[in-house]
Structures are given as C-alpha cells and as structure tokens.
C-alpha cells in the first residue's frame, strides 16, 4: 500500500527561475498532521525532454508499449504515385467523359489508364497488379475492383471504344474552339503477329523495315494537349488521312473557323485542293516542298537579298494564288545540314573506295559491268546522297566524284523553308503564322512520349481492329492526364517552366528555341530554387511511389487501420502543385 502511495503522489513539476530555462523537478507530495506537504526529489532539467515526457507519462499511471508491441504491419503497398496520377484523373473530370454513369467497366478503364501512366504493362499483368492478393499498389483498392480477371480488362477495352467518338467531342468542346489552332500529326507503331486486320505493310517512322504496322493520326489543341486520335492501316499515306480529320473537325466537332496546322508530306497541293477547299472558314498552315522551293528560288521569287538584314519574308506567287508565302533562312541550321552533307559524302566515298581498289588489285580483280554495278549499288545510296556522284562502270573500272554543281545547288536551300498559308494577315501575322507551323513540334513531343519510355504504345499485341482502336485511345487518355500533370509539375521537372522568358531568348522566330535561364540553372544544378531535387516525369513518378499505405492492426485485437509514411518535401511539393491530397 505504501508503494502504490508513493507512486500516486509522485508528479513532475516545472518551475520557473527568473532569465534561466525552467527547472523540472521530480517531487512528492505527503501528508504531516493533516497538511498536505511536498518536497522535491530530482532534479530532472538535464534529462532529454522525450524521457521527461515518458516519466510523466508514468507518473500517471499509463501503459508504455514499444510500437512493435502495440501494432503490428500487415502489409506495406506504394501509394503516392497512385494517389497522383488517380486524384488528377478525377479532378480533370475523366470519369464523368467516359460515362455519365458509374459501374465496374468505367472503373476498370480508368484503373488501365492510371496503371498506363504509372507503368505500362500487359493486360495479365495489369489484372495481377490490381487483384488484392497479389497487389503492387493501392490502385485496384482505392478504385475498390476487389479480383480482377484479364477478361474483364478486354471487355473494358470493347466498352472504351465504343464510347470514342463521345469522349472526343467531349474533349474538343473544352479545348477546342472557333479561330484557334488544330494541330495534326500522323505517326506509325509496329505489330506483333500477322492477324491483324489493320496491320500492313508501309512506312515505317520505328525505322523497322519489313515490320507490319498501324497508322495513326492525333489531333491536339494549340497547347500540345490531345483531343482526338485516328488509326489508319499500315499502308496509309499521310495525305489520305486528312479528309477524314476534316470531316471530324467541322462535322463531329462542328468548328469552322480554325486553323488546321500539319506538315508538307501530309497538307500536299491536292489536299488542300479537294480536302480543304470551300468557304466555310477553316484555314490551314504548311510549309512547301524542296522541289517547289528549288523552282521559286530559279523563278527569282526568293533570292539571297532577302536575308541581308533580316531571317523572315512574306513573297508572293503567281503558283499560289491568295496565299501567303513566308520564307525563313536560319543560318545555324544551313550551318549544320552543310556539315552533316559533308560527313556522309566522306563516309560514301569512304565505302565506295574499296571498290575501286578491288577493280585495280593485281590478283583477282574485280571485273565485269554487273558485278562491279552490284557491288556499288549496295553502299552508294546508304547515307542517302547517291544524287551527289558521278559514276562511270566498265567491265573493268570504276570510277566516281563528287558532282558539284548538284551540291552547290542544294547548298542554295540550305537553312530555308517556306511556309504556306490561306490564314488571313489580320488574323495571324508572318511571325504567328511561322510559330504556329513550329508548334507542330508538341505533336512530336506527344509521339515520343506515347512510344517511347512513358505509355509505350508499342509494340502492338492485339488482333482485333477494335482492340487496337481501344489500346491507342487509351494511350491517348494516358497521355492526355500525363500531359496536365507535366504542366502542373513543371517546377520540379527538367521541363521549362518558365516559357515566357525563353521566348525572350530568341529575337527571331526563325530562329532555335532556348531554355529560360531559370531552367538552365535548374538543369546545371539538379537542383530547384527551394532547393528540392529535379527529376523526369518517370522518377518523379517512382520518388511519390515510395509513399506507401502500411496496413495496420492492433496487437491483441483485430481492428485494422490504414497509415500512410509521412511525404517528404518533394513529395509533398508535388501533392501541392497538383493540387491533389495523398489521402486515401
């Protein structure tokens, strides 16, 4: 009884002592004669505060457990990256642009989306992913699929597709308007197996020669961001896919007053004859071919003098008829095609020259017209300037030079490019018209993105046309929420982030792009201004998954709760710009 009374009547007490720090005294209290008295015990004030903290804690009379004693971890799944890429999904609004409705379908497309963004992977492996027993994130929890069968992905695909036409007007009505830019681009992505209906063989922008491929076309906002995509058959010209994205625009989309921007192999003299033509309001902007530049250069419409003190001017035509004409010289890109020309005729007539030893060799010489012309025909047009020799072959000789007059006249183009336009001046002047056909290079950036290391468009797997319809819209989808978060994380990211004062960089249009000196100083350092680490959108991506969703339980209990890891500053820097919480 004694003991249990000197424990109740022991208390820590902090008393102050006038410019010096408090001094935490351990004391008692007793009672003598009725008076409740006290005296001090310890002085405890060079004790660290935790063990003042724990001995009050004691004091009171509660029970002190390590954390391994009290709760137990169940299970640890990244979280972070899911959170990220799911909360901007839903703050952009997808899941109500897939279907007004909710169910299990819309919810598995959009678990196929997150998982694209995050890390792109095979429909098996995305259904064991989101399947709880053998989950690698929080993603099929947060989204509450419970088992996931491949199956049941497929049947979302099918579900997708059919719902693309709504998606895209969807998405046209809030990026696109009248008297704004459409921006088109076709690109190609190879095939695995021979049963595809749309798999062909053609042109192939994978330089993998021989492979079957599918064609498909993105149309995208004057800012980059996607709208709309197309799938064509492999063999598919760009040009014969433009009637169909025209039709699109000023049908499906009912605009017809924009400015449709694509490049010189796909906007030809006969699209924007048959394809383009009419009164209805839609403009285009492309740039001319070398053969056409050549002969307007021979015509004397475009001369040198035109460049003495400036690298932009706006000609006209007889050959186009109310259009305009804007032709831009960039000396450093003269510069460089001169230099490359040059290093692939040496390396020509570095492959061509054993074969003239071969023809004057004392033993066993080459010999024979035929066997002399195969053996050039082989290497003269590797590097592709097999138009700037001269060869003469004889049944024993070979002989070959380099033609100058063809180099010097291919030199005169060098640097040069001419932009083709109907867009009124009053509407776009020669400045914004040449950046206008420059920002096609965002549709390029898009490609790379959705082929390369982000969403992984290719190679392609499936056989039916539906599938691959639905597999590229997805990756459309992919890239269209991958594209507002690079946005949004661009102060983290080896991105630009201050686009403004890169454009203050160049004093021309015409001239290359340059990095904001912001961006140069956050590139050399790998550092950002408040000091966090930069990254690329994928170890940005990896850094947040290593926030992770610990599954607790209660020891000698069987209650359960959820404990998410504390965010770093990086991570909770990328939360915030996101404007997104990690909660689950």
Not at 117 to 139: G, Y
Not at 263 to 290: F, K, P, Q, S, V
Request: hydrophobic residues 40%; positive net charge.
């Amino acid at each position: 009884m004694f003991r249990i009374w000197i424990m109740v009547s022991m208390y820590i007490e902090s008393v102050p002592n006038r410019a010096s720090p408090p001094a935490i005294l351990l004391r008692e209290s007793f009672r003598d004669g009725g008076r409740v008295k006290k005296r001090t015990l310890v002085n405890l004030s060079k004790l660290p505060t935790a063990a003042i903290n724990a001995l009050r804690r004691i004091l009171r009379g509660e029970r002190l457990v390590s954390p391994d004693d009290a709760f137990s971890c169940l299970r640890s799944l990244p979280h972070g990256h899911v959170a990220a890429v799911l909360a901007t999904v839903r703050k952009l609004g997808l899941p109500a642009l897939l279907a007004r409705s909710p169910g299990r379908l819309r919810d598995l497309v959009l678990a196929l989306l997150v998982a694209r963004v995050i890390d792109a992977q095979s429909k098996l492996a995305t259904a064991r992913a989101l399947t709880p027993e053998s989950a690698v994130s929080t993603l099929g929890q947060m989204l509450d699929l419970g088992t996931v069968d491949p199956k049941e992905l497929y049947a979302a695909m099918d579900w997708l597709v059919e719902r693309q036409t709504a998606i895209e007007q969807r998405l046209a009505k809030r990026h696109l308007q009248e008297h704004t830019l459409v921006l088109y681009d076709l690109t190609s992505s190879y095939v695995e197996g021979t049963h595809c209906e749309l798999a062909q063989r053609g042109h192939s922008r994978d330089r993998k020669k021989g492979t079957l491929q599918i064609v498909f076309g993105l149309l995208c906002a004057a800012t980059g961001c996607p709208v709309a995509v197309e799938v064509f058959e492999g063999s598919t010209s760009d040009p014969n896919t433009v009637a169909a994205q025209v039709d699109k625009i000023r049908t499906r989309f009912g605009l017809h007053r924009v400015v449709l921007v694509g490049d010189r192999g796909m906007l030809t003299a006969a699209r924007i004859r048959e394809d383009l033509a009419g009164g209805d309001g839609l403009r285009w902007i492309t740039t001319l071919r070398a053969p056409t530049i050549r002969k307007l250069v021979g015509a004397g419409t475009v001369t040198p003098s035109l460049f003495d003190q400036r690298d932009l001017a706006e000609v006209t035509s007889e050959d186009f008829p109310g259009e305009r004409l804007i032709v831009c010289r960039n000396p450093l890109l003269a510069a460089e095609r001169q230099r490359k020309r040059h290093e692939l005729l040496a390396a020509t007539e570095k492959e061509l020259e054993p074969i003239v030893a071969a023809t004057r060799r004392r033993n066993n010489p080459l010999r024979g017209a035929a066997d002399i012309g195969i053996r050039v025909g082989k290497v003269i047009n590797r590097y592709k300037v097999a138009k700037h020799f001269v060869t003469t072959i004889t049944d024993e000789s070979f002989t070959f030079r380099r033609d100058q007059d063809k180099i010097a006249d291919e030199q005169q183009l060098d640097g040069l490019y001419i932009v083709r336009s109907n867009v009124e001046p009053e509407q776009f002047d020669a400045t914004q018209t040449v950046r206008a056909y420059k920002d096609l290079a965002k549709v390029e950036r898009a490609f790379r993105f959705l082929k390369t290391v982000d969403l992984k468009v290719r190679p392609i797997h499936h056989r039916r046309a539906d599938r691959v319809r639905a597999h590229v819209l997805l990756c459309m989808l992919a890239y269209y929420v991958e594209w507002h978060m690079r946005q949004a994380l661009k102060p983290l990211l080896f991105d630009d982030h201050d686009p403004a004062a890169a454009e203050q960089q160049r004093a021309s249009v015409v001239q290359k792009a340059k990095r904001s000196p912001a961006a140069r100083a956050k590139a050399a350092r790998k550092r950002t201004a408040d000091d966090l680490p930069v990254h690329s959108f994928r170890t940005l991506l990896a850094d947040l998954g290593t926030l992770t969703a610990n599954t607790m339980r209660v020891v000698d209990g069987d209650a359960t709760f959820t404990m998410l890891t504390k965010p770093t500053p990086g991570q909770q820097r990328s939360f915030e710009l996101l404007g997104v919480s990690p909660q689950m």
